[in-house]
């Protein structure tokens, strides 16, 4: 593959190697790019603007942050809903499941997604992104709505994410690879600038944050001391980064090496297996991931294998280098 064709090129030339393609996919895919270039204006100028209340105040509630994430929300629905090739969608911005608007025709694609990751770090300039997840209504006639939308990470048929920070990118994956983009201004256009991504099987960096070091259980406590642990023989101690965006912080750790950690803790009653959620965050870029090279993990079970529960179920993670993962599953089970 030539370095620098645009994504679009891209996405058909492996379009072409499927006989079964009906191009279906290729133009849902196409219009999630557009709103991603929509969304990557608004995000540059959010700091420059009145546009969403983040200039002239010392204090940015969420409700400005909201209004950013509102507009990127409905960014993504209003481009990808007119194609006529989905079947609904769900967001972590949505309480209940997408339809698409009765004038337009339905398919068989279901999008789920993050339309604005880690939004409170905007003011402070660093990363935020938006994650997605592609899967297909399954044959199944007695399956009910939410029943075909609440399927394993397994049955992804694509996953990735844009990252809006000092360049905008493309990570995606269609199960043969991973493979980035990096969006060029004076064109418009995404252009490949990381062909089949490959994570380090291990790498030096540990990504958490250790402010919730005592609301973790022990287990969780002897993974990151583990990490901290001097060792000259595995390479120990490893660097902590920790930018608070999991997107930013993931894809660090896609192209160097490491583990983003977001376990379990006490802090939230409301949240007792952590943050993240299965569906909409932790599923695409475990399917990145994995295609990557690297691995997924709850500590005791591989993500995708989860059977998800409900649309915002929350998951503990252990994501990034193979070798990385499989150590914090085995300190974290007693097994070293």
């Known amino acids: 593959m030539v370095k620098g064709i645009t994504v679009t090129e891209h996405i058909l030339s492996r379009q072409k190697e499927r006989p079964e393609a009906t191009g279906a996919f290729t133009a849902m895919l196409a219009e999630l790019i557009v709103a991603a270039k929509i969304i990557a204006q608004k995000v540059n100028r959010a700091n420059l603007t009145e546009d969403f209340g983040l200039t002239g105040s010392e204090s940015i509630d969420d409700e400005h942050f909201q209004k950013l994430v509102d507009f990127a929300d409905s960014t993504i629905k209003n481009r990808v809903s007119h194609v006529g090739h989905l079947w609904c969608m769900a967001s972590k911005n949505k309480t209940d499941l997408i339809r698409v608007p009765a004038k337009y025709s339905k398919g068989s694609y279901i999008l789920v997604f993050d339309p604005l990751g880690s939004i409170t770090n905007i003011d402070a300039h660093v990363t935020v992104g938006t994650v997605f997840s592609i899967l297909k209504k399954q044959d199944m006639a007695d399956l009910s709505e939410m029943a075909n939308v609440l399927q394993p990470g397994y049955n992804q048929i694509a996953a990735g994410y844009f990252i809006y920070g000092s360049s905008t990118m493309m990570v995606y994956t269609t ?59 595995s390479d120990r101690p490893y660097g902590l980064r920790y930018s608070g965006s999991f997107v930013a912080d993931f894809h660090r750790n896609l192209l160097k090496g490491g583990i983003y950690i977001y376990p379990a803790d006490s802090k939230d009653p409301k949240k007792p297996h952590g943050k993240l959620m299965l569906m909409c965050e932790v599923n695409p870029l475990a399917f990145v991931v994995e295609q990557a090279g690297g691995a997924a993990s709850t500590g005791t079970e591989r993500i995708l294998d989860i059977e998800p529960e409900h649309l915002h179920q929350r998951v503990p993670v252990f994501i990034g280098s193979r070798a990385d993962v499989r150590t914090a599953e085995d300190v974290f089970q007693g097994k070293r």
């Not at 062909?195 to 406590?221: A, C, L």
Request: no cysteine.
């Open 175 to 233: 199960g043969s690879g991973v493979h980035g983009f990096t969006l060029e201004p004076k064109i418009g256009e995404f252009l490949l600038s990381h062909e089949n991504i490959r994570i380090p099987e291990r790498g030096k960096t540990y990504s958490v944050n250790e402010g919730n070091y005592y609301f973790w259980d022990e287990r969780v406590q002897d993974v990151v001391e583990y990490f901290k642990t001097p060792d000259i023989k």
